[in-house]
């Protein structure tokens, strides 16, 4: 375990825990990427994850949903659990954890197909539909959800590729939204977008809080401060301090957190 | 503590709290000359503090301008964040006990030379020094970041208001044995205001600075005594 500080003071314990990870340790072959880290996610607060680059941050996002598998010399030690079930025991269908923990990445990625078509796979495969008009449903509830439906309403047989950067990530959430998950993971959603399309971005994560648990990996401390309600402060693999975002960034307890959030980092 | 990655933003803060430092200094020295003015009767004496208070209301707008860039511009988080913030709200204080010792200083012509009252005029200015060094370790412990400093102006502030309770029983003994000394009194029973009413704001300061210091509020039970009204 790390010496990680609780920032805490106005915490609220009345939260439904989501998702719990105790002492995770992530393995790149002999590296050591993260380096025992715990950590609840609850349903009412979004949480960020911020640090500099290479402090695991990412890496430990991806334990979330057991993306790492992907990656052949990473190794996950540690407990992770989704409503107390544990990610990684042998029993877990993957395909499925990955329905209910979505992931939005740094760079928009729709699938080279029509707008509809983006959204409808996920559904489809997963057996959430019935029927056309089910899906039909389905779409519109998304794209609405991601607020995006008015922008593509006239157009959902364009292709997903042909809308703007900012467009494409909402359509991105659109489509993690489309399988009903519990826990929507943001990788660095905003990084390549620009000032409106992020506004609208964190409008919209605004607006999806409370339904999903949402944990967002940021460079951006603005945007940690304007979006979460949590913030937890990684450095070089270790969690330094997780607390309340209005703690954190008036008065971080830890020196390393203080040094990062003032721009004293390096 | 270590530097900002970016350079500028250090000398921008370094900045401020070298104008808050000049601030505090001016202001100290308004109230030690706007006393020694009132015991001298040096007419010409208060109107220098007069004349030099204005330079204590530039510095006030000066910092002011200087915090709304660096907040717009740098967006300081944290201790720096905390620092900024207590800067704004500190030169507005400051600027108010430059007023006081304005204040004590306009009054010095006044008071006619031949019906000076020597005894409470004496009396003033040791509680003028107290309230003068509160100010000066106020912003000290700004400058130095310094919580227990903060704490020690706070604790400071019952002398003066002790001092504000015995000069006022003095005066009204005189008053009240010889009519004639009213005016002459009156006028120092203000001054003694101004000075108690400078230990309360450099009772503020402390505070500010504690906060700035330590992202903590004082509880209650450490704030002065006595903070009468204006």
Redesign the interface.
Same mark, same amino acid.
């Given at each position: 375990m790390t010496a990680m500080i609780q920032n805490q003071e106005s915490m609220t314990p009345a939260v439904e825990t989501k998702m719990t990870a105790r002492d995770v340790k992530v393995f790149y072959g002999e590296k050591q990427a993260i380096k025992g880290v715990s950590i609840d996610v609850d349903m009412d607060n979004v949480t960020a994850f911020i640090g500099p680059s290479g402090c695991g941050k990412s890496t430990f996002l991806r334990t979330l949903n057991r993306m790492n598998d992907t990656v052949a010399s990473a190794r996950v030690e540690g407990t992770i659990t989704l409503d107390g079930e544990d990610i990684y025991a042998p029993s877990m269908d993957v395909v499925q954890l990955r329905a209910r923990v979505g992931m939005v990445f740094q760079k928009p990625n729709p699938f080279p197909k029509s707008i509809y078509e983006n959204i409808a796979y996920g559904p489809r495969i997963h057996g959430l539909a019935h029927g056309k008009a089910d899906l039909d449903v389905i779409v519109e509830k998304s794209l609405r959800r991601a607020g995006l439906w008015d922008e593509v309403k006239d157009r959902l047989h364009d292709s997903g590729t042909a809308l703007s950067g900012g467009q494409q990530q909402r359509l991105c959430i659109g489509r993690a939204i489309a399988v009903e998950p519990e826990v929507i993971l943001m990788d660095e959603p905003c990084s390549a977008l620009d000032p409106i399309a992020t506004a609208k971005i964190e409008e919209l994560i605004h607006e999806l809080r409370g339904r999903y648990a949402i944990v967002i990996v940021t460079h951006n401390?603005?945007q940690a401060a304007r979006v979460s309600q949590r913030t937890a402060f990684f450095h070089l693999g270790e969690l330094v301090e997780y607390g309340v975002t209005s703690d954190i960034? $008036?008065?971080?307890k830890a020196e390393r957190?203080?040094?990062y959030? $003032?721009?004293?980092?390096? | 503590?270590?530097?900002?990655?970016?350079k500028a933003?250090d000398q921008e803060m370094d900045k401020l709290r070298g104008l808050i430092a000049e601030m505090g200094g001016r202001a100290e020295s308004a109230i030690e000359k706007a006393m020694l003015a009132l015991q001298r009767h040096d007419k010409v004496m208060a109107a220098d503090v007069v004349a030099e208070d204005k330079r204590i209301d530039a510095i006030e707008a000066e910092v002011e301008k200087l915090a709304i860039e660096i907040i717009a511009l740098?967006?300081?988080?944290?201790?720096?964040?905390?620092d900024v913030i207590a800067a704004l709200k500190i030169v507005g204080v400051v600027e108010r006990i430059g007023d006081y010792a304005k204040n004590i200083a306009k009054r010095v012509p006044l008071i006619a030379a031949n019906q000076r009252t020597q005894e409470p005029i004496a009396l003033l200015p040791s509680m003028g020094q107290v309230a003068g060094e509160m100010v000066q370790d106020a912003l000290n412990a700004f400058a130095a970041r310094d919580a227990d400093l903060a704490v020690a102006v706070i604790e400071r502030d019952t002398v003066v208001d002790d001092f504000y309770n015995s000069v006022f029983r003095t005066l009204v003994t005189f008053m009240v044995e010889n009519p004639k000394t009213i005016s002459e009194c009156a006028h120092l029973l203000f001054i003694a205001k101004n000075i108690e009413r400078i230990g309360d704001h450099a009772t503020n300061v402390a505070e500010m600075v504690y906060y700035a210091a330590t992202?903590?509020t004082l509880p209650d039970r450490e704030r002065g005594g006595a903070q009468a009204e204006d």
């Open positions: 401390m603005q960034f $008036t008065n971080p957190t203080k040094d959030i $003032t721009g004293r980092y390096g | 503590m270590a530097e900002h990655t970016i933003f740098r967006a300081p988080m944290a201790n720096d964040l905390r992202g903590q």
